[in-house]
C-alpha cells in the first residue's frame, strides 16, 4: 500500500510544453479553473436575490455582481490515500476597462480582478498549480501557516509553473498576491485574491458576500487616481448590489489599497459585527465604520431592517469619490 502523504510541503518549477499541460489539466484553461460553486447551489436556508438583469461588464466578461458571491472550491482528488483540493491559476495581462475613459493593462490572476476567491475547510490538503503566462516573473504568496518551500517568494518565469502544496489552516479570512518586487506594483497591478479558509464546523447560514477593495496607480507615481471594489470603480455605485431585508449577511471584506497608510469601510444606516481577521467564531465588537491597513481583512456581520438603498464607503472622501463607493439594494424577500 502506497505511503499516506506527508503533512509537508512540495513546490517544483516546470517548463512547461503541451503534454505537460494536459497532464495538469491546465491546456485550454480560460478564466476560471477549479470547480466554481456559487452560494445558491448550497442550500436552501439562505435565498439569494436575481442579479439585475442587463448589468454590463464593461468589456471585461467578468461582472462585478456575480464575482462577489462565486467561491472557488478547486477540484477534489485522492491521491495515495488522502484527499487533495486543486486549484488551478493563471497568471496573465489583460486590459481592463475600468471607466468610459479609463482602460488599464492589469496583471492579473484567471483574467480577472481580484482574482478567484480560493475557498477550503481547516486541515484540507490544497494544492495549487499556478501557470504564469504574464510576460513578467510573478509567484503566490499565501497569508496563512505553512512551509518555507511554497512561500510563494521565489520567482515563477514567464511560461512556467509552480505547484504550491499545503495543509489549509488556520481557519480566517486570507489573503493570496504576487511577491515580486517591488511587490506594491505587482499587488496594486492587480495580482491578488481572497483565501477562504472555514472552521471545521462551518459558520452560521448567512448570505456570503465578498468586496475586495484596491486601488489603480494609472501613471505609477506611487499614487492611486482610482479605487475599487472588486476591480470596478464605482460600479456597485451605479449598480448597487442586491440582498434581501431581515437577512444575515456575512460580509468578506479585504483591503488591498497600497500607497495608503489606512482605509476605513463605512455602512449607512446600520451597525455590523466584527469577526478580526474571520479567526473568530465570535464578535469581537460591534460597530459602523472600521479601520484597515493594506491586507487587513476581516468578516462583517449585519442585517437590513428597512428596504431601501444604503451606501458603503471608505469614510475618507477623496477615496470613496475616486471609485469606491458602492449601495446595497435592500429589497423585501417574498415568500
Known amino acids: 500500500m502506497p505511503e499516506p502523504q506527508k503533512a509537508g510541503a512540495q513546490t517544483s518549477k516546470l517548463t512547461l510544453n503541451r503534454r505537460q499541460l494536459l497532464r495538469l489539466g491546465l491546456a485550454g484553461l480560460g478564466v476560471a479553473g477549479g470547480a466554481i460553486a456559487l452560494q445558491h447551489q448550497r442550500g436552501a436556508a439562505i435565498a439569494i436575490p436575481p442579479l439585475p438583469e442587463g448589468a454590463p461588464t464593461h468589456g471585461n466578461g467578468i461582472s462585478p455582481l456575480a464575482m462577489c ?5 478547486g477540484t477534489l482528488k485522492r491521491e495515495n490515500g ?3 483540493r486543486e486549484f488551478q491559476v493563471v497568471a496573465e495581462s489583460t486590459t481592463l476597462q475600468l471607466t468610459d475613459t479609463v482602460s488599464y493593462v492589469a496583471w492579473d490572476y484567471n483574467g480577472r480582478v481580484p482574482g478567484p476567491t480560493l475557498r477550503a475547510t481547516e486541515g484540507d490538503r490544497v494544492r495549487i498549480v499556478f501557470l504564469n503566462r504574464g510576460g513578467h516573473a510573478h509567484t503566490m504568496h499565501f497569508h496563512g501557516v505553512h512551509p518555507a518551500e511554497v512561500d510563494g517568494i521565489k520567482p515563477v518565469r514567464n511560461n512556467t509553473a509552480a505547484i ?3 495543509d489549509a489552516k488556520p481557519y480566517g479570512v486570507h489573503l493570496y498576491h504576487c511577491h515580486i518586487a517591488p511587490v506594491a506594483r505587482h499587488l496594486g497591478k492587480g495580482l491578488h485574491g481572497m483565501f477562504i479558509i472555514d472552521p471545521p464546523g ?5 448570505d456570503e458576500i465578498v468586496l475586495v477593495m484596491a486601488g489603480y496607480d494609472l501613471k505609477d ?9 472588486n476591480g470596478i470603480p464605482d460600479y456597485y455605485h451605479h449598480h448597487p448590489l442586491p440582498i434581501y431585508q ?6 468578506y471584506l479585504l483591503n488591498v489599497i497600497e500607497f495608503e497608510a489606512a482605509v476605513t469601510f463605512h455602512l449607512h444606516a446600520n451597525f455590523f459585527q466584527v469577526y478580526p481577521t474571520g479567526m473568530t467564531l465570535t464578535p469581537s465588537h460591534t460597530s459602523d465604520v472600521i479601520t484597515m491597513g493594506t491586507a487587513e481583512r476581516h468578516i462583517l456581520e449585519f442585517a437590513y431592517s428597512y428596504p431601501g438603498k444604503y451606501m458603503f464607503h471608505p469614510h475618507q472622501d477623496p477615496i470613496a469619490e475616486a471609485g469606491c463607493m458602492g449601495l446595497f439594494d435592500v429589497i423585501p424577500r417574498l415568500v
Open 202 to 206: 462551518g459558520r452560521p447560514p448567512a
Open 246 to 251: 431581515n437577512q444575515l449577511v456575512r460580509l
Open 164 to 166: 504550491y502544496e499545503f
Open 221 to 229: 507615481r506611487q499614487r492611486n487616481d482610482l479605487y475599487a471594489f
Open 82 to 84: 488522502r484527499t487533495i
Open 69 to 73: 458571491r462565486e467561491f472557488n472550491y
